[in-house]
């Protein structure tokens, strides 16, 4: 089976990018061999549409399946409609998340995990804000280009206390509220991190 992983590097020990869009390079592996072949992104420079670039391209390359850190609705689209499923990565590099993809442990995704977003930049308008009452929306940031490097907050816990009936129900609801905010949050301090590096490395 074909799959592609962003990747920050261009071979299997290179350490995966949790970016989908702009991601530096795709390399596309046999699961069965673990032959690769790295290709530099081509959409990485786009000016607007990235994600749906660089969606048709990996689909246009055969890849069947998807190891990435997030993916904006543009790309999540083209990559239903094409029916190839994504897979989020948890981190390490390009040969770890091929084999956690092999023995099941990677969470395939049921839609997208980050706002579209247009221009150069890492505004990626990752709000946790206009969630109903559960603090679950992705609010809609107006990320144009230019990263703010202020991480959007997630919301406060609901105020309105849980129906009498069913605590259990709303306990667990919020748990897995603020388990999503958490993991919003650890993807944008990834992609944070990973500006700081390339601009120390263009300096």
């Known amino acids: 089976m074909k799959v592609v992983v962003t990747s920050n590097g261009a071979d299997l020990s290179a350490p995966a990018s949790p970016v989908f869009g702009r991601c530096p390079t795709y390399i596309f592996v046999d699961t069965e061999t673990m032959q690769f072949e790295a290709v530099p992104n ?9 994600g749906i670039q660089a969606a ?20 999540f689209n083209v990559f239903q409609a094409a029916g190839v499923p994504i897979y989020l990565l948890g981190g390490g590099t390009v040969r770890e998340a091929v084999e956690a ?9 049921g839609g997208a995990n980050v706002q579209a977003h247009a221009g150069m930049g890492m505004g990626r308008g990752m709000g946790m804000g206009g969630g109903r009452g ?9 990320g144009r280009g230019g990263w703010s490097g202020i991480p959007q ?3 406060a816990p609901p105020t309105t206390p849980p129906p009498a009936s069913a605590p259990t129900r709303a306990r667990e609801d ?30």
């Not at 959409?43 to 990235?50: E, H, K, P």
């Not at 048709?56 to 790309?75: D, I, K, M, S, Y």
């Open 42 to 50: 081509p959409a990485i420079s786009a000016g607007g549409g990235a």
């Open 56 to 75: 048709q391209f990996v689909v246009e390359r055969g890849a069947q399946a998807v190891l990435t850190g997030n993916v904006g609705p543009n790309a």
């Open 101 to 109: 993809y092999k023995s099941g442990q990677l969470r395939s995704v």
């Open 134 to 142: 559960m603090g679950r929306g992705m609010g809609r940031g107006m």
């Open 153 to 155: 907050t997630p919301p």
């Open 174 to 203: 919020e748990v897995a509220a603020l388990r999503q905010a958490a993991a919003d949050l650890r993807r944008q301090l990834a992609e944070v991190m990973e500006r700081i590096e390339k601009l120390e490395k263009e300096s």
